[in-house]
């Protein structure tokens, strides 16, 4: 973001915070208790992927802090207390905006009920900001992510979507600063004004506690040698840049390497053939050069499903600066070849000491080729005339990305407690709230959480997930033992339970049981409980092989809309819970009510009974595409460059 002042920096934090309390105002003034929520998130959501590349799309001060507190801001905090003001400033003038609007209308701060303690209101400030920054922290700047997505503005906006609707009967939902200081504003602080501290200080609070787990399950980003997403190093001195050069007439010498293939057996191959093809395209005409007046081009072995070390090839080629290195992966070999993707390396990206590492083939969905190239060529360092570059700063290197097998299982279980407990307390607070949209809120609580670490834990929060997980052998180099599966079920369990406990915490001690709806019998409630239990866990497993879904940015809205409906359809029959966790979490709360605990264990059993249904069905649909993973040692039972999964997307086998 080094191409943008401060100015205007500011002026987008300050057009991000008016536009979110604006739509605030207006929705709650409006009286839009269903879709309210929803058309907040949105605003949020748009506006960081309008803003993000400007200011980083904050538009909230716990923001702020967090990322300032993690290291994340450019100038630290004094960037942080200026991005502080701004926000402040659109949410003033937007307060007063629709306070306008609304013909002196304003919007009070607070409990929402006579006698309503604000400890709920500030305990779910408290939570929800957590996870809003914690959100934020993990898919817009961490090292792992940062940078390498398109759903970090779904992932954040949708926050609001989790914790807006159950909250919003306790007297919350801003989970923000600014959002606090606007409404307040909008009755001219006047009305509302003496929870303002408070409902700020459990903000700023959640900001400081988010960093704080964000540092404990990703343990890369407490390392001080490695600079951070937002920081940009401080320009020195002016040196030449180094520019790769063959001597004219004379040949260059290139090695080249196909480590591996990946991602190529779905094509539609012709005749059972395919090949990868190597030419060398020149800078001037773009057209392939030749050798001998013959076209050059070097070819692979026949490819069943993926490319073993196979290919080791040198060949001399006239080549010079700007000339790309073509792989091109086509059938039936080099007479009547049909292409279907290609890779192309310019000569730059391979000075001086060769290049290796993962191409994705344009034209395919997941066609990957994992190449070693290093030019054997007599070179001349030169600096044409204009071509400079900045002299590196006195920070090191950034250090390769921590390999897979250092992700420790404390974190994974951290993880998997922190997306349980959420996704139990916010089921709790919408039943208890009696909110219009839970289906939609708990799917969102799901939905987030497997954005923000489903790259470090799989992104379960659920045993029958787990369970399902195991027994198809799609949890990579995580869940090959049993006493893995079984802390897995020992944090969800745990988490879900004081989750329960914190929801009705925040209701005055209010709980609610597990059972059948009006109207309905167990009978009916085994029924729903097992068929969309079945639907959410297959989902799981099937988005893991399946070559269209695997690694794509929209796999968790995917899971997250089993929940919506199953949860939806289900809800007045079950509660649709559809998670053992949960379950026990909710029975265990109403305890203190005199409920029966026995209840959750037929949940439990026959969500987990959904779950072997779904794992032995997937097994015997996806036969043919598990084999074939099971051929291949190199590659991981689970592979997801984007870090979104549910098995182990980062074991040992990672590519």
Known sequence: MAEFSYVKRCLAEFIGAYLLVFTIGCNVIGGNTTF?????????????????????????????????????????????????VAQLAGAIAAGLSFRVLYSGTGITLGPVRSGQHIAGALLCELIYTLILCFTFLNTVVSKAKGGKNQYFGLATGFVIIAGAYGSGPVGAGCFNPAVAVGLVSSSLFQVGHKWLALFAA????????????????????????????????????????????ARPGQPGKLSVSIISATGLQHLNMVGDKMYVMCQVLDSETDQPKREQNKRFKCETKIIAKTLEPVWDESFMIDWSVGDSVEFIICDQGLL?????????????????????????????DHATLNLHMIPHVPVEVFTPRGAHQEEESDE??????????????????????????????????????QTKAGAFSVAAAYMVMMYAVGDISGGHFNPAVTLAVYISGRGGGLLKIKG????????????????????????????????????????QLIF???????????????????????????????????????AGAAGTISGGTLNPAVSIGVSTSHLISGGKWYECLIYAFFELL????????????YREQLQKEADDENKPLLKDSRGLGFGSPRGPKDV
């Open 484 to 523: 893995d599966v079984l802390a897995y079920w020992a944090v969800q369990v745990l988490g879900a339970i004081l989750g329960a406990f914190t929801y009705v915490l925040a209701h005055d001690n209010e709980t609610f049981p597990l059972g059948p709806g009006a109207g309905h019998a167990w009978g």
């Open 610 to 621: 959904a779950a072997i249904v779904a794992a032995s069905l997937f097994k015997v649909l």
């Open 336 to 364: 009547g070849a049909r292409t279907e993707g290609t890779v192309a390396m310019w000569s730059e990206n391979f000075y001086p000491h060769g290049f290796k590492g993962a191409l994705p083939v344009a034209g395919l």
């Open 202 to 245: 459990v903000e700023i609070l959640g900001a400081i506690l988010a960093v704080v787990l964000f540092r404990h399950v990703r343990p890369e980003e407490t390392k001080d040698d490695e600079p951070s997403v937002e920081v940009v190093k401080k320009k020195k001195k002016l040196k030449p840049e180094p520019v790769l050069s």
């Open 528 to 566: 729903v409980e097992t068929v969309f239990t079945f639907l959410l866990v297959f989902v799981v497993l099937s988005i893991t092989v399946v070559d269209a879904l695997r690694g794509k940015d929209y796999t968790c809205f995917i899971v997250a809309s089993c929940i919506t409906a199953g």
């Open 396 to 433: 090191e290197p950034p250090p390769k990305p921590r390999e897979d097998k250092e992700v420790e299982l404390g974190s994974k279980l951290v993880c998997e407690f922190m997306g349980t407990y959420l996704v139990a307390f916010t089921l709790g607070l919408n039943v208890l709230g």
């Open 36 to 84: 309210g929520a929803f058309s907040v998130a949105c605003m949020y959501m748009v506006s960081i992927y309008a803003f993000g590349a400007i200011s980083g799309a904050h538009f909230n001060p716990a923001v702020s802090i967090a990322v300032g507190t993690a290291g994340k801001m450019e100038r630290g905090f004094k960037a942080v207390l200026v991005y502080i």
